[in-house]
Structure formats: structure tokens, C-alpha cells
């Protein structure tokens, strides 16, 4: 078979391991967060990072939550990195958004973070941020969720296949997952439109 089509086989038997129960209640806590007022902090690295800013903008017109992508302004993410490092970077900048109980915090990455092993510290630093201001915290993420999956109070795992493709299946299957999750009945407000041609 070509790699192709084993990439394609590989995605197949990866969705259908993910937990239903597990999105269902990641549509739970946003939705909550919706109907209590609060506002959708999207964040990630890398390719994490390209979804925080398609999803804060989805989620806003779709959804009608208040949303946001931590990596959006680079000027401010540059600045904050330079002069306080990228460790607190993230934190750094939910702190100066008031981040509070009322608002979710939304976590794309492949691995989930592990502060002992210095890995996604960055992501890291946003959970415990979430954990001591009692906002929500809800994410998308690989391998075997990491502190992530600890940490949230809901989250999805998208499962391992083969580890050569582990972070590109991953990084791939999370943009699924948040499109699931902005058209679900439970938080699409509005209808998704596309471009038609005139007749």
C-alpha cells in the first residue's frame, strides 16, 4: 500500500477510537461557559497555535462565544517572551486578560505538557493559571494527554497509531475535533455559510 493510503487507513481506526462521551462533555463546559457570560481562551504551540486562531475565530461567529487566540497579537507575544520569558509568556497574557472563573481556557498540543521533563511549559503555566482562578479548562491532545488531561476538566485524547505520524495525525485530528465541537447543536448559534456561485 502507499504511504498515502495508510495514513488515510491509520486516521480512520484513530477516530474511531475517540471517546464520544469526551467531546460530549468538552461541548458541556463551553457551552456552560457561553450561558454564564464567560469568554473562550484558545491556546497552543506550533501547529496548536495556527488552530488557537482559526478556532477563537469560529467559535466567535458560529458559536457567538467571546473568543479569543493567545498567540494573535505577535508584537505582544514577542515583547513578553523577550522580556520575561517563554514560560510565563501564555500565563503572562490571561493574567492582563483578567482571566477569571467565568471564562474557559481552551488547549490544543500533541503531548499535553510535563513540566518535570521541561515540555510545553508554556501550556503548562496556562493550566495551573486556569486551576487557580477557577476558570474552566478544556483541550484537545495526543500521545497520553500529558498534565492536560489531568489538569482538565474535560479533554479529548486523540489516540496514538504509529509514532512516525503521531504529531501530524494529532495536529490534523484536533482541527476535526473543533469543528465538531463549534457545529454541535449545543453551541452553533449560527449557520456556517460557504460561497456559491450565481446561476
Known amino acids: 500500500m502507499t504511504f ?3 495514513f488515510l487507513d491509520e486516521t480512520v481506526d484513530l477516530l474511531g477510537s475517540v471517546a464520544d462521551d469526551d467531546i460530549e462533555a468538552v461541548v458541556q463546559v463551553i457551552s456552560s461557559t457561553r450561558d454564564r457570560g464567560g469568554r473562550l481562551f484558545f491556546c497552543g504551540s506550533g501547529g496548536g497555535a495556527g488552530h488557537a486562531s482559526h478556532a477563537s475565530c469560529d467559535f466567535r461567529k458560529l458559536a457567538g ?16 517572551i523577550n522580556d ?9 497574557w490571561l493574567r492582563a486578560s483578567r482571566l477569571s472563573d467565568r471564562d474557559c481556557v481552551f488547549v490544543f498540543s500533541v503531548g499535553g505538557g510535563d513540566e ?17 482562578v477557577g476558570a ?3 483541550g484537545v491532545v495526543g500521545r497520553d494527554g500529558g498534565a492536560l488531561r489531568k489538569a ?6 486523540i489516540p496514538t497509531g504509529s509514532p512516525t505520524t503521531v504529531t501530524p495525525q494529532t495536529e490534523g485530528l484536533q482541527a476535526l475535533m473543533w469543528h465538531l465541537i463549534v457545529s454541535h447543536p449545543d453551541l452553533a448559534a449560527n449557520p456556517a455559510k460557504w460561497e456559491s456561485l450565481a446561476p
Open 4 to 6: 498515502a493510503r495508510n
Open 65 to 80: 462565544i467571546e473568543s479569543y487566540s493567545v498567540t494573535d497579537n505577535v508584537s505582544e507575544l514577542t515583547a513578553r
Open 84 to 92: 520575561e520569558g517563554w514560560d510565563t509568556s501564555y500565563a503572562a
Open 116 to 132: 518535570d521533563r521541561g515540555v510545553s511549559t508554556n501550556l503548562v503555566a496556562v493550566m495551573r493559571l486556569a486551576q487557580q
Open 136 to 138: 474552566s479548562l478544556v
Open 152 to 157: 482538565a476538566d474535560a479533554s479529548i485524547v
